[in-house]
T-cell receptor, first 114, second 110 residues
Framework: GESVGLHLPTLSVQEGDNSIINCAYSNSASDYFIWYKQESGKGPQFIIDIRSNMDKRQGQRVTVLLNKTVKHLSLQIAATQPGDSAVYFC?????????????FGKGTHLIIQP | DVKVTQSSRYLVKRTGEKVFLECVQDMDHENMFWYRQDPGLGLRLIYFSYDVKMKEKGDIPEGYSVSREKKERFSLILESASTNQTSMYLCASCSTDTQYFGPGTRLTVL
């Protein structure tokens, strides 16, 4: 079956640097994408979402980029802070919303080095 | 802010016990979901519900059942717990867009 995956299981960055977390998806029909952050022992927390009619969306210190041509999604975190340490994973769905069910990637563990 | 709560953060049960995991959301969302999360396997959908009294099987429903008697509450039931059901259980709810998750229940079955 089709799945959503991540290129790297672990990403280590220096505090203050920018982080880029990547996600490849295989279902070209997917039209809604979400990034979640999950800290140790906690449930996933919504960060930002994007629909397939957009290429880029910005939030506070985060930017999501969508390249439908190569089916690639990325999350950029500016000026990484210690509190950004977590597992980040993407999710995709068809039908425009999470109510139709999400397919999740396995996650990338972001490690912030002082 | 959306708030999804789960009845227990940590739970230890014995093989064969009946286990209830409760989830409550305060945003009047129609849709609620139960997942389990295991290392290397990510999140897997167990059951979901799009309305009161309604339920649909997810990807791994075997060994589980659910109950949705009220819109805000979605319960996951392990009829006879087994050791392979040791996992982190996550509840989520959504209206039309983003799924919002609860804090999770880490269940250990001995």
């Amino acid at each position: 079956g089709e799945s959503v995956g991540l290129h790297l299981p672990t990403l280590s960055v220096q505090e203050g640097d920018n982080s880029i977390i990547n996600c490849a998806y295989s279902n070209s029909a997917s039209d809604y994408f979400i990034w979640y952050k999950q800290e140790s022992g906690k449930g996933p927390q919504f960060i930002i979402d994007i629909r397939s009619n957009m290429d880029k969306r910005q939030g506070q210190r985060v930017t999501v980029l969508l390249n439908k041509t190569v089916k690639h999604l990325s999350l950029q975190i500016a000026a990484t802070q210690p509190g950004d340490s977590a597992v980040y994973f993407c999710a995709e769905t068809i039908g425009g919303g999470g109510a139709d069910g999400l397919t999740f990637g396995k996650g990338t563990h972001l490690i912030i080095q002082p | 802010d959306v708030k999804v709560t789960q009845s227990s953060r940590y739970l230890v049960k014995r093989t064969g016990e009946k286990v209830f995991l409760e989830c409550v959301q305060d945003m009047d969302h129609e849709n609620m979901f139960w997942y389990r999360q295991d290392p290397g396997l990510g999140l897997r959908l167990i059951y979901f519900s799009y309305d009161v009294k309604m339920k649909e099987k997810g990807d791994i429903p075997e060994g589980y059942s659910v109950s949705r008697e009220k819109k805000e509450r979605f319960s996951l039931i392990l009829e006879s717990a087994s050791t392979n059901q040791t996992s982190m259980y996550l509840c989520a709810s959504c209206s039309t867009d983003t799924q919002y998750f609860g804090p999770g229940t880490r269940l250990t079955v001995l």
